[in-house]
């Protein structure tokens, strides 16, 4: 019995005449198994597997924000707990007593997920290729619909009129060293990094070349997560420009973030949820997939908001 997860979802669009008669073994397989629900279910369940394993948020998130996993029902805190002071005194002198304050909140949980309904016949047919499209479009999109709540959560704490905001035509390298500065002394814990996509960090980049400050990465590792290389001590982090269904960019173009990664904190409830069902009628077939979610900017002080006005 074949799966997807055993031919992986990069290998379809391939010339290879072993992975033709492999999709071709699974795509016979669905149109004789189709209406044999433990099947479905089991096929089903290796895509939802496989989209999970393929995220690649976690990485990036880890760099831009402190992240916690949970099990399913439990609880993720934020706390604050600060007040103790260390003092030299000499020998039998007195040392005051520290007041301990303690400030603890509850990251809410939101959920992030697809629901494709789509013609039996059409699945049917092509069971592979649907899968293995579907699988990857599911990922990408996962992936920019995360970041883009986290992105939009430092939207929604350093607005136009925070001091923590920096606009004006055309990328600033001195302000940009200006807020890289204030963020790290800022920040306590995790690393700093400047986050946009290419239409602000490549200006980054442009003028470093020029000056030759500036040497791009070449880890395998580096280049899937993003990361051009460090500037200043930053991770320097271009996010790809994913569009949701209707075209338009999750992502602006003229915004560019100086974060650190004890500035914000993000967390999931357990793995991801699947569900797959045929209407009664048997037309349409339809597939469900949920992770829960949650982010929240606890110390705005520790990120700069770049704005670029000319874009």
Not at 54 to 83: A, P, Q
Not at 111 to 119: F, I, S
Not at 125 to 136: D, N
Not at 263 to 269: E, L, P, T, Y
Request: glycine share 10%; charged share 25%; hydrophobic share 40%.
């Amino acid at each position: 019995m074949g799966s997807i997860r055993q031919i992986g979802y990069k290998d379809f669009g391939g010339k290879n005449a072993d992975l033709a008669e492999k999709i071709a073994i699974l795509d016979a397989e669905a149109r004789e198994n189709w209406y044999d629900d433990e099947w479905r279910a089991e096929r089903i369940h290796d895509v939802q597997t496989t989209i999970f394993e393929g995220f690649t948020h976690e990485s990036l998130l880890n760099l831009m924000s402190t992240v916690e996993t949970v099990e399913d029902g439990e609880r993720i805190l934020i706390e604050e707990v600060k007040g103790l002071k260390v003092w030299f005194v000499a020998s039998g002198g007195q040392i005051d007593e520290s007041v301990i304050t303690s400030e603890t909140a509850e990251l809410r949980r939101d959920y992030v997920g697809y629901h494709v309904n789509e013609r039996t016949d059409k699945i049917r047919s092509g069971f592979s290729r649907q899968m293995a499209s579907m699988a990857s479009l599911a990922i990408s999109q996962m992936d920019a619909a995360i970041n883009q709540r986290l992105l939009g959560a430092f939207q929604a704490a350093i607005t136009n009129v925070s001091p923590y905001y920096i606009s004006g035509a055309g990328l600033s390298l001195p302000a940009l060293n200006t807020a890289i500065t204030e963020v790290v002394d800022e920040s306590l814990d995790g690393p700093v990094s400047v986050v946009g996509r290419g239409t602000m960090v490549d200006q980054i980049v442009n003028e470093l070349q020029d000056l030759n400050g500036f040497t791009p990465a070449t880890n395998e590792e580096i280049l899937r997560t993003g990361r051009l290389g460090e500037y200043r001590g930053t991770n320097i982090i271009r996010l790809k420009n994913h569009k949701d269904a209707d075209g338009n960019s999750f992502f602006p173009a003229n915004e560019m973030f100086v974060v650190g990664a004890d500035a914000s904190k993000c967390g999931f409830w357990g793995g991801m949820h699947s569900a797959e069902w045929t209407t009664p009628e048997g037309f349409y077939s339809n597939i469900l997939g949920v992770r829960t979610f949650g982010c929240a900017v606890i110390r705005p002080e520790r990120a700069r908001r770049i704005v670029d006005t000319s874009i």
